[in-house]
């Protein structure tokens, strides 16, 4: 049994001879959790927590009632979600249910924010002969624990940018709440990777640095505007790799590749201006093409080009469109 103080009560012949005290084991530093799931096993017990925090605790073989001794119930781990999440984030990600397979091999994790996971019972709990071996149970217990999502998971926010290559049948999207890109596979409908950003150094005081996504048309590029910079990412297998990045631009709040993919435009505020800004730059090298280009008021909601590429058109949330002719040395 267990209340919202997380504490555990263990009963045994309708008395209480235990009582698990900060069950997740948790220091003052640590975001609290409220128990939300408890599943049981033959060699213990799991517990989830409201924010995405668990805790095992396994059997204590050599107890004995009879002796007057009461620790049923050794802790063994807990698992902590990724730091730096705010409390609403932690709070989407919190468990809603646990349960164990028949054969105890897997353990099944339902989250609030509709994810569903298995972890391998061995990644949770050492066999007997491990706990025995002080090594071996300390090596283990030094492994992070690895999910399996179904499907590799979902954001934990709303999306706020999306995009689509053309030979590739790739689809990404980025959400600036968890600050996280994936890039998913509409051919067997798979996130095929999933990044989450965090701030730099001299950003402490940003929550959320990612701000927007373009996809290379050839599925291989990944343009990614932050409150700091603009970045080239190569998009591997198991990475997107940084290729090249420009610190002279900040807040990137839109960017979008050419049809051809030569070309790539982004939008930005500057500083002490009360206009968006248009830079146009050369895809692989990063060499700006034009002069800045002036747009609306307001912020620049949609960048647009052409089909043949010989116009640049922006939207703004004041309601205004500026295109801008290519050809003409991009001339409004």
Not at 12 to 32: A, H, I, M, Y
Not at 293 to 315: F, H, M, R, Y
Request: glycine share 4%.
């Amino acid at each position: 049994m267990a209340n919202d103080q997380a504490t555990i009560y263990i009963i045994l012949n309708s008395q209480v001879v235990q009582v698990l005290n900060n069950c997740f084991n948790l220091s003052e530093n640590d975001p609290q959790a409220s128990v939300s799931s408890i599943v049981a096993f033959s060699r213990g017990f799991v517990i989830g927590g409201d924010n995405g925090t668990f805790s095992v605790w396994i059997k204590n073989e050599d107890v004995d009632p009879d002796l007057g001794q009461k620790n049923f119930f050794n802790f063994l781990r807990t698992r902590k979600p990724p730091e730096g999440l705010s409390e609403e984030l932690l709070k989407k990600g919190g468990i809603v249910s646990l349960d164990v397979s028949p054969s105890e091999d897997l353990l099944a994790v339902c989250f609030k924010n509709n994810d569903l996971a298995t972890v391998s019972m061995n990644q949770l709990v050492p066999s007997t002969a491990d706990v025995v071996d002080p090594f071996k149970l300390k090596k283990l217990l030094e492994k992070d624990i690895q999910f399996d999502y179904l499907y590799n998971g979902f954001h934990n926010g709303s999306i706020t940018n999306i995009d689509i290559c053309v030979q590739r049948p790739l689809i990404a999207t980025c959400s600036q709440e968890d600050s996280t890109i994936r890039i998913w596979n509409y051919a067997n409908f798979r996130c095929e990777l999933a990044v989450m950003f965090t701030v730099r150094e001299d950003h402490k005081n940003e929550l959320n640095p990612l701000l927007s996504i373009a996809f290379h048309p050839s599925g291989y590029y990944l343009a990614v505007g932050f409150i700091d910079r603009l970045e080239i990412f190569h998009v591997c297998s198991e990475e997107l790799r940084s290729y090249r990045m420009l610190t002279q631009v900040k807040s990137v709040n839109c960017v979008k590749f050419s049809r051809s993919g030569h070309m790539l435009a982004i939008a930005y505020p500057r500083p002490n201006h009360s206009h968006y800004w248009v830079n146009v730059y050369d895809s692989y090298t990063l060499e700006q093409i034009c002069l800045p280009l002036k747009g609306p008021v307001d912020t620049i909601k949609q960048l647009i080009w052409a089909n043949d590429d010989e116009s640049l058109i922006s939207c703004g949330a004041d309601g205004t469109i500026c295109e801008w002719n290519v050809l003409d040395n991009f001339s409004m």
